[in-house]
């Protein structure tokens, strides 16, 4: 587990180094409605939940060091008890619809203490397997209670106006995701800061000498888990408010694993590094699951990719090249420059292997075939036609991937020397090979 | 009597299936601390392996096929990648098995499609094994069992019996000490890991033509192989047979109850608790939550699992 940053400064510099970017990327999401379309608007919103989302999962992750496999269920039930208490504003209740994500919030809140005290009874690889376990359990009552979580149908209802707010523009739905999103963050930043966070680190590192101390450390885990849960639930509460309607499949593990991912890209040890995966992965999607089908297979390939040569995710990789940068130390141009064009062929060979053979393996394809009378029908992959079975594609495919093993050989080490990641190649630290 | 001796053995049999798969996984798991996500991928990868092969070799070959083309996976699996993060810690090699389990069932996708493939029991092997009473018992289910049961007695006699049984059972619980005395464990392990991915393939195999074979078969047996691990207890063979025999009883009788939550409110003299619409579900149709409740109690009961003895 990578300690998270914890190197508190007092220079005057230092602190403005730290606050200005923080201050410009939110002076833009502030003032991007004046530049973006509508659909960019939405896509700005599904960012915002995704980050929130990922943020609540990685307190447990970052700050406990344990890893949530199931944490769907609770992203999915604050947004079940949103809709309900939104359904139950149309109703006439006067609950105030600005304060709705804290009604998902809660419910998952309390679902976490329930859910929390049985899976923080163990660590590691059992809780693991137990929040899997538990993700079952839920999923299953919920796809059979239609009458009280809507089944395939779902629930769905409306944004009520609070006072002047009509929350029926999308302007307005972005602004209240944003801030909703801005307040789950700093809630967990206090968090973090708090002696509550001191002592749940120093579960971490070491559980015993904590308990020894005199706390009670299955009950500090559920606390952290349970805190977990709600703000996942919030951030499930926000994707409610803003489709107005939610499903039983949210229950399904594919959130589990979105979640998961977002926060590995990123970097599970830097405060923000799960909205930087976030706010990529959605926005990867939103722009390119319309050119490919197999867009999950890429994200499942950039995932085992960080995971094998940059373990502490995209934020870790900046993290090293800043500290690279202030150390003075010159930066190794050759070997970065290595490392990009390396990776540059290999992403263009792994995506016109996979694109040729999905679109051959179609069975619309063998019938295009036989119409044709031509055994091999050509394929469009990167604005070209190309022949599947020509040598001079599959020449090219392996001409692709042999020069990029050439170009990262030294930069990356082999398998069996486990020595050079990125992260070497950004510190200036040649792989063995060199 | 009879639906009784029926649902009996519908319970073991499914049981043994989900030990065959859960076998390789806890092993592993007690050798290198190492928790394999994708282990039921594997399995899902015999179903697809003997589905392809089979049209070419026959059923008995694709059988064959399946168990040594998924062997070799988990033996590539291992050696190119699972290698590579080991020094890392095992929070990322839990990630990329992860990532393996999430890979596999994209490229699945890919090839095949979203939905089941046609991979059907033989017309050869359609046949009534046995009747109880007036239910036949397909003798299908008896060769998925059988397969099962001559696992069960092939994995314990070479564990039991043979010189590298003894390395692998010394290895589980004290790698390093077998380590030093000279045997190479990561060889070793890489061996466990090939085998125990081939059985989940060969467990595949017999399994995708009785259920269906898609995409989502990995995740539907993989969660319940998780319980097992947890409620048998850390990389105990008995411990899993146990604990899959008991989930596999407890589901297939399950099935069969034709009461409702309102019957059990009742019974209880808790007809008042009206839970909204929870009244009229009935039990059989949550027979799938059984396994997870099972373990929240062993949880409580004995966290260490049934024969586990480290926490």
Redesign the interface.
Known sequence: ?PPQEQSPRSSARVTVVRILPIALVLGALIGLPRFADMAFLNAMVMVCIAALYAMGYNLLWGQAGL?S?GHATYFAFGASCTIMTMAAIEGGSSFPTPLLPLAGGAASFLMGLVAGW?AT??T???F???T??????VR??VQ?????FGGEAGITSIRMAWGPIGFQKLLDVYYFTLAWTIIGILLLWFLQRSPLGTVIRGIREQEERVRFLGYDTHALKTLVFAISAGVSGMAGGLLAFTNESTNVALYE?AYS?TV??NT?IGGAGVFLGPVVGATLTTLFGYYVANLTY?W??YM??L??VI??YA?RGISGLGVDAVRRLRSGAPVRWDLLGRFALGWLVVTIGAIMT?EL??AV?QPSYGALARSSGVAWPPVRVFWVSWSPASPLTLGGIALLFGLGAVLLRDTAGT??R?VSTLADAIAGKPGPGV | MDAFLVALLNGLVYGLLVFMVSAGLTLVFGMMGVLNFAHASFYMLGAYAAFLSGRYVGFWGGLVVATLAVGLVGLFSERLLLRKVRSFGHTQELLLTYGLFFMIEEVVKLLFGPTPVAYRVPDELRFTAFTIGNSQFPFFRLLMGATALVMFFGTFAALRFTRIGLIVRAAVERPQMVSALGHNVPIVFSGLFAVGSALAGLAGAVAGMYYPTSPAMAHELGSIVFVVVVIGGLGSLNGALAASLLIGVMTSFAVGIESTFGDLFRALGLSGLALPGLEAVQFSSIAGVLPYALMLFVLLWRPAGFAGNRA
């Open positions: 587990m890893i496999f049985f009874i163990r590691g690889v059992y693991a397997m137990i899997v376990a538990i993700t079952e359990l299953a009552i059979r209670w239609d009458s009280m593990g694993t998961l991912i590995v197999y999950l297979l499942g390939l995932f085992m995971v094998v373990p996979i053979i999905g393996v398998a069996s486990n």
